[in-house]
């Protein structure tokens, strides 16, 4: 899985304060190693842990798209319940984690949620909207890092699968997420170079779960669906790009991005169950 962020004053903190939490979380953990509360189900705990960060990103995508008024109802539901699962998710990796370096990045996002979650609670605005998207990117980067450690923890051909997979869930998130900050006018001065990585990761992920030999006819079929609806996608981006702030433009890219999402949970599942 990859993840890349843009270089600002803010990631930079950031990233001084990750660094010193796990300096001091891994000395700890040195002096005394650390076991799982509950039973490590390796490609179970990678799906989830892949899932942490497609849901901080969906929490800003939803926020935005209540904001902009767009399908108001349905993401502020969206918004709620992203909130709950990310949280309960957060617990049982924790709980579960094989090792201390894995329970003190958890540990760290919790940390980090806790701020996201409170601006996650105020009025849905522009002007609430600018230090949510700072600190969604700090949270997915610090839950992909977590997916990066337990993949390579279970280390195997299902497990890149499931981690490539995982990242195509994050990439329709993202990719919804960054139309609405582009309508908004948020982070107007990377935007799209932002869009175009994230379109280029998801034609790469999508290039390699094609090719895979591991694929079952179940698995082809949803990865062909999840191809029709990125052509769906595509023409919903056309259209949006005409007019960049489209109540209208912006439902059909959000709601295509989630029709994608929904197939990737489905061939995620099933990479799951795959031979090792």
Known sequence: MKYHLSKTA??????????????????????QKAKPTTKFDGPAALNAAARQPMLAERITKSFSLVGQKVLEFRSRRQLEDSVKEFEAGLKS???????????????LLEQLFEEFKGLTGKTANLE?????????????????????????????????LIGTAGEM????????????????????????????KAEADYRADMDR???????????KSELALAETQWLFLKQAIERLN???????????????????????????????????
Not at 138 to 144: D, F, R
Not at 172 to 195: C, E
Not at 245 to 268: F, G
Request: hydrophobic share 40%; aromatic share 6%.
């Open 209 to 219: 779960l094609v090719k895979a030999p591991q694929n079952t006819d179940q698995i």
């Open 242 to 276: 005409a007019n960049k702030t489209s109540i209208t433009e912006l439902e059909h890219v959000s709601k295509a991005c989630d029709n994608i999402l929904d197939v990737m949970e489905r061939v995620t599942r099933l990479y799951e169950g795959v031979k090792s």
């Open 128 to 160: 609430n909207a600018k230090p949510l998207a700072e600190q969604n990117e700090e949270l997915v980067w610090i839950a992909t890092k977590g997916a990066q450690l337990i993949q390579q923890h279970t280390k195997s051909a299902r497990s890149d």
């Open 93 to 107: 990796l924790q709980a579960s984690a094989p090792t201390p370096e894995i329970r003190e990045n958890y540990q």
């Open 10 to 31: 803010g990631h930079a903190w950031w990233m001084f304060a990750t660094a010193a939490f796990l300096l001091l979380a891994g000395n700890a953990g040195a002096q």
């Open 169 to 196: 869930r994050t990439l329709t998130q993202r990719i919804a997420k960054l139309y609405l900050f582009r309508s908004w006018g948020i982070r107007s001065d990377v935007i799209a170079n932002d869009l175009k």
